[in-house]
């Protein structure tokens, strides 16, 4: 089986300040490690992915992930928060094992503050 | 590129009746997956479709069925209509081939049930 924990569920940031969205995963398999941004009235948009190699995975807008093994997480980060960043953001988990269904946590809100 | 569509944007039902959601997938994939977001949770996987038949399916109910047509679009159905049916019904579109395909979403249905 698979889940995803996103602690926090609304986090709240500067303008211009670091963003840390936590993801921890629970998988039986090796896992394939997904974040999507889902903007107001919207569908979902991919981030970033984490599938095979490298550890540190650069997304869009600025986003990275790095994909941590010994903690089973997938924590999201970004190095300065801008307005357009404000947005719920998912972490998602796959494998090839369960097919490439998603397992979604239940969303983190980023506030960005001016 | 055309990307995933999805109709209608809005429908309200009330209990006891069926409802048809309807979706396009993105050009030259051809798997198409269908999610549940309730409000203020994320999304939760129903059913997958490939080659017209339903490949995996999640923890729902006999109730909802679906449909691939020649052509990869997608019908999700639900019969018995319950209010907790209420939630935004999610299509992603990707290739088969690899399980580390990107899912690219829709906008979305928004379901209210009376």
């Known amino acids: 089986a698979q889940s995803v924990t996103q602690l926090g569920s609304h986090v709240s940031v500067s303008e211009g300040a670091l963003v840390l969205l936590r993801c921890n995963y629970s998988?039986?398999?090796?896992?394939?490690l997904f974040w999507y941004v889902q903007y107001p009235n919207q569908g979902l948009q991919l981030l970033l992915k984490y599938t095979t190699g490298a550890t540190l995975v650069k997304g869009i807008n600025g986003f990275e992930a790095e994909f941590k093994k010994s903690e089973t997480s997938f924590h999201l980060t970004k190095p300065s928060a801008h307005m357009s960043d404000a947005a719920e953001y998912f972490c998602a988990v796959s494998s090839m094992e369960y097919g490439n269904k998603l397992v979604f946590g239940a969303g983190t809100i980023l506030r960005v503050k001016s | 590129d055309a990307g995933v569509t999805q109709s209608p944007t809005h429908l309200i039902k009330t209990r006891g009746q069926q409802v048809t959601l309807r979706c396009s997938p993105k050009s030259g994939h051809d798997t198409v997956s269908w999610y549940q977001q309730a409000l203020g949770q994320g999304p939760q996987f129903i059913f997958q479709y490939y080659e017209e038949e339903e490949r995996q399916r999640g923890n729902f109910p006999d109730r909802f069925s679906g449909h691939q047509f020649p052509n990869y679009s997608s019908e999700l159905n639900v019969n018995a209509l319950l209010l907790g049916d209420s939630a935004l019904y999610l299509c992603a579109s990707s290739l088969p081939a690899s399980f580390t395909d990107t899912q690219y979403f829709g906008p979305g249905t928004r379901l209210t049930v009376l």
């Open positions: 998988s039986s398999v090796p896992p394939y």
